[in-house]
């Protein structure tokens, strides 16, 4: 059973261009978080999604940041018009169920980089 | 609002040393609360947690954590370290009905020095 896997790894995007970050989850796992984590931060939650549908995105940015999670593929973080301050570490993480969280399993993350 | 505090941001400490990070957490409900670790280049592993019962939590490789509820704390321990060790430590909390929304403090960096 393959972990939770994210793609790309490194992602290098210039200023104002999109950046789509991908997460497949474990299999069986229909529960789908995202985090970011800052240079010398935390992570800090984003967005928690079920198959097709979001839950809760208290800490979803309010512009230029949209997640999905459709009935097949992964779940895509797409962040249009990128800018300087939207370098970090993007995490997903998945489990089977939304409570308890014993099997919540996280992915290598994504490093996006803005020029 | 939940919010997690790790003092130290940097520990470094010889081979053999004993380890304690801190944590301390903001939230006056019933909570669980998480260590993990994540290697250079890797992803997160949980390393304990705790939900209910014993407040002495035994984790993987040698790790335990104590939860003082009095405190609002969960510092996480180890008797004898090793090079690798090295590593970020990440606690984290979340009450129950909140899932797999978890609050990180901000990390703390261990330096095992051979």
């Known amino acids: 059973n393959a972990g939770v896997m994210q793609n790309p790894r490194h992602l290098v995007r210039r200023r104002g261009q999109e950046a789509r970050l991908r997460c497949s989850p474990m299999?069986?796992?229909?529960?789908v978080y995202w985090y970011r984590q800052l240079p010398e931060e935390g992570l800090k939650f984003m967005v928690y999604?079920?198959?097709?549908?979001?839950?809760?995105e208290s800490g979803m940015p309010k512009e230029r940041f949209s997640a999905e999670f459709p009935k097949e593929g992964p779940s895509i973080l797409r962040i249009q018009q990128v800018v300087r301050g939207d370098s970090a570490a993007y995490f997903c993480?998945?489990?089977?169920?939304?409570?308890?969280?014993?099997?919540?399993?996280f992915g290598s993350g994504t490093q996006l980089s803005v020029l | 609002a939940q919010s997690v505090s790790q003092h130290n941001h940097h520990v470094i400490l010889s081979e053999a040393a004993s380890l304690e990070l801190g944590c301390n957490y903001s939230?006056?409900?019933?909570?669980?609360l998480f260590w993990y670790v994540q290697y250079p280049g890797q992803h997160l592993q949980l390393l304990l947690k705790y939900f209910s019962g014993d407040p002495l939590v035994k984790g993987i490789k040698g790790f335990e954590a104590e939860f003082i509820k009095s405190k609002f704390s969960f510092n996480l321990r180890k008797p004898s370290v090793q090079w690798s060790d090295t590593a970020e430590y990440f606690c984290a909390v979340t009450s129950y009905n909140q899932g797999g929304k978890l609050i990180f403090g901000q990390g703390t960096e261990l330096s095992v020095k051979p």
């Open positions: 993480a998945s489990s089977p169920t939304r409570t308890p969280n014993e099997k919540l399993f």
């Open positions: 939230y006056g409900g019933t909570v669980n």
């Open positions: 999604l079920q198959k097709e549908n979001i839950i809760d």
């Open positions: 299999k069986g796992h229909s529960h």
